[in-house]
């Protein structure tokens, strides 16, 4: 059974024409149409987007049925943070504090989805949703925190489980944790190769591949690439990145 994931900083949907169109971020992720939204940056309540909560606005607009939402740094007035929008139901959810210190407040919105199958019992896919910090050093003691949490350390490697989002790593090094050490594949890198092949920042001239997605279990890739849209070069700061996946028994 075919799935198709996005991973998206929508950069509170203020592009880099510094104007905010919740209407333009919600034209690119209908022209992809996934079944599974990861969403970095999503506002709710903060007057540089009208006050609206925008993982509402945008599941609304797109018909999703289900959605989960993650605030990790609150403002004077507002707050913002993760969304995960879904076409099957989100079982349970729950946002992980990755803050380190007293840096900016930083977390991991972990949903398990049930994934409907005709005919068949359903899927369960783990998904853990993130934005990373800064700096190195605060990324790789954030990903500890990640794989010490009891989200991830109950679950065995045999289960079908997602991990991504705005990473922040233009080197790659988190990539050995992941996939060495955790037994992730990626979707954005070629077999023994710490490097992105998918760049998505900045969006007008993509230098970076920051945004990932990370697979493991009874999950196979069938293809992954950023948007081709031409708004989405203005439309936020990041490209969307998109990965068709097989869940499979």
Avoid at 33 to 58: C, F, K
Avoid at 197 to 219: E, H, N, Q, V, W
Wanted: aromatic fraction near 6%.
């Amino acid at each position: 059974m075919r799935l198709r994931l996005m991973s998206y900083n929508i950069h509170r949907a203020i592009g880099l024409d510094r104007r905010f169109r919740l209407d333009r971020v919600g034209e690119i992720i209908a022209h992809h149409d996934p079944d599974i939204v990861l969403l970095q940056e999503v506002d709710d309540g903060a007057p540089r987007s009208r006050h609206l909560d925008l993982a509402h606005e945008l599941a609304e607009l797109l018909g999703y049925a289900h959605k989960a939402v993650g605030h990790n740094v609150s403002l004077r007035k507002g707050r913002y943070g993760n969304a995960t929008l879904s076409r099957y139901p989100i079982e349970r959810e729950r946002n992980i504090d990755l803050t380190i210190d007293t840096r900016k407040r930083r977390g991991c919105q972990h949903t398990t989805i049930e994934i409907e199958k005709p005919g068949a019992n359903p899927h369960r896919l783990e998904v853990f949703n993130l934005h990373l910090g800064l700096s190195a050093q605060e990324r790789a003691r954030q990903v500890g925190e990640l794989a010490k949490s009891k989200e991830f350390r109950d679950l065995s490697e045999s289960e079908a489980c997602v991990v991504g989002g705005d990473f922040n790593d233009w080197r790659s090094l988190l990539h050995p944790t992941f996939a060495d050490v955790l037994g992730f594949h990626s979707v954005t890198h070629e077999p023994g190769s710490h490097v992105s092949k998918l760049r998505t920042f900045p969006s007008f001239s993509p230098r970076g591949g920051l945004d990932r997605l990370y697979y493991r279990g009874p999950l196979r890739l069938i293809s992954a690439a950023t948007s081709q849209v031409i708004a989405a070069r203005v439309a936020s700061d990041h490209l969307p990145l998109i990965a068709e996946l097989d869940i499979h028994d």
